[in-house]
Every structure is written in C-alpha cells, then in structure tokens.
C-alpha cells in the first residue's frame, strides 16, 4: 500500500505558536476556519477568536511551501460555553451550514467521566464574527467510559447535524453510533457507525454522494487505554513500509452516510508516511482539490500540512 507524504506550510502569527492546540477545520465558503481548542487560551485581551484561512491563500502555500499563510481572526462570541461542562476541557469539532454554526464541547467529570456537549451559534455576514447560542446545547451520551475520550468530530447532512465518538473500536465500544440533530438541536435518533480501531479526531464535510473522510491516528503510549484489537483496514488494504515498522497509525478514512447508518467505503484509506518518533497527532481535517488539508495540536508542534490523495 503507497502512502502519501503531508506537506507542511508555513504558517504565519499566531497560528504557527504550538500552544494554539489546533482542534478542527471547516469551510465557511472560500474560508478555512481554523478552530482551537481554546480559544480565549492565548487572545484573552482580544476575547475569544478562531481564525480564517483564504482559499487563495492556501493555494499559493500549497503551490509553494516557502510562501507564509497569514490567518486573520474571528471573533468567537460565547459568554457562558464552558458552563454546560463540569471541568471544561476546550472545544473539539466546528462544522457550517450556510449562515449556523455547530461546536463540539469537552469537558471532564471526574474519575473518567467524560461529558460531549453540542452547540450551535450564528455567523454575521462576511464571517465577522461566529455568536454561539449557549442557552441552548444538547449533552451527548458516552460510549466508552475512558479518560480524556468525548465526541472529536462533526458532519452535517443537510439540515442533519452528525456527531461522532473518538473511541469506536470493537474492544471498548462494543457499539459505535453517530448521533444526529436537527438543525435546532432536536434529537433525531441515533445510527450505527462501523468499528474503527484507534481514535477518530475530526471529519470532513459530506459531498455530494454523502461521502465524508475521517482522521485515524494511533498513538502507542494509549495501547492500555484504547486495548486495540485487530486493525480489519490494514488487513483488508495492507500498510504502507513506515507503517510495517512502527506502531503509529496515521490514516485517513473514508466512509458514507445513509438514513440506515454510516458505511465505510470500499475506497482504500490515505495512509501518511510517517517521520518516525511517537506520530503526529492530527486533530483537524478538510477537502482541498483533490487533496486535503490536516492539522495536528500541539504535539509534536503546530502543524498545518497539504495531503495529496495519491
């Protein structure tokens, strides 16, 4: 199996600094809006801000690593987000539909009770600024009962919002749903989504076939957490050599929503050639033509990075 190498780009101030902890991407039209995990973290001056990404400006990046991506800020409008949340841990999903936004929310409640939290805001005109609407938010039901897992990703369907859990794999969840929304964050039932060994930690949006990639990653200092039973993906497709040699997964994965449930594709995933150490840990992914575009956190540092698909 070939594996594709991400090309880093340069990112400009302040979304380069590692302590900006990247958690998820989305478009907003022609802007990539990067989200953090916390956004007030480092702009307590300025409140809280996400920043925006041009499209053109990622194309010129992508055409030429040497040129520097300067993210502008978006106000973030959200007095009372971290309430809904016993011990707020930051925010981990974002996903658009025409003028709505939707967030995930972590936070923790002590002794591995994990809490998943979704709410939904506006976006002024010209992506000004994003207001969240935090008398209402909707909590989520835990999966699996381990430390530091909630709900990582969120697609939409239309005027159906999907959340997805990040632990789906079949030792500790012995049955992975998507949750799904109405646009005012009414309940619309619950569909099974396949094992998944590893974490999920962001999504795309859907296309028009209602197909959508997810980010897959490994880290094997969470072996004990995770208990990963057999990877069905690498025995179905194979890996590719850095992944023969080393315990880290990097990957995305491809699967399709339907109204009966979510399907993996027959679309073998994009593996990452891995650079070796402990991994990268990606938490965001968008389309980018006829790639993607990923991000990780803070470790092993802020990275934004160009994928092709092959």
Known sequence: ???VTPRPLRL???????????????????????????????TEANGRQLYGISRSALAQAVADT???IDPFPIPLHANGMSDHATAYEGCEAIAFEDGRAYFLVEGNGGASAME??????????????????????????????????????????GDTVLTLFEANGARVNTS??????????DPAGPISFPALEYRLTDATA??????????????????????PGPDSLALRFGTGATHQTSDVVERLVEYRYTPQGIRRT??????????GGS??????????????????????STILAYVPRR
Not at 176 to 185: D, E, I, K, N
Not at 206 to 227: I, K
Request: proline share 8%; net charge positive; glycine share 8%.
């Open 176 to 185: 992975p749903q998507a949750h799904r929304f109405t646009s005012a964050l």
């Open 116 to 157: 998943g939290h979704l709410l939904r805001g506006t976006v002024a005109p010209g992506l000004q600024s994003i207001r969240l609407h935090t008398a209402t938010v909707k909590a989520l039901p835990m999966q699996a009962p381990l430390r530091n897992m909630s709900y990582e990703a969120l697609t939409l369907h």
């Open 12 to 42: 400009g101030a302040p979304l380069n600094k590692a302590n900006m902890e990247i958690s998820g991407l989305a478009w907003y039209g022609d802007t990539l809006v990067v989200l953090p995990q916390y956004p007030s973290r480092r």
């Open 1 to 3: 199996m070939a594996e």
């Open 66 to 68: 040497t040129v520097s």
């Open 206 to 227: 859907l296309d028009a076939h209602g197909r959508f990639w997810v980010t897959n990653y490994f880290y094997p200092g969470e072996r004990d957490l995770l208990d």
């Open 279 to 300: 991994g990268r840990n990606w938490e965001g992914v968008a389309r980018f033509g006829d790639g993607f575009l990923v991000a990780t956190d803070k470790f092993p």
């Open 266 to 275: 027959t679309t073998p995933p994009v593996w990452f050639r891995l650079r």
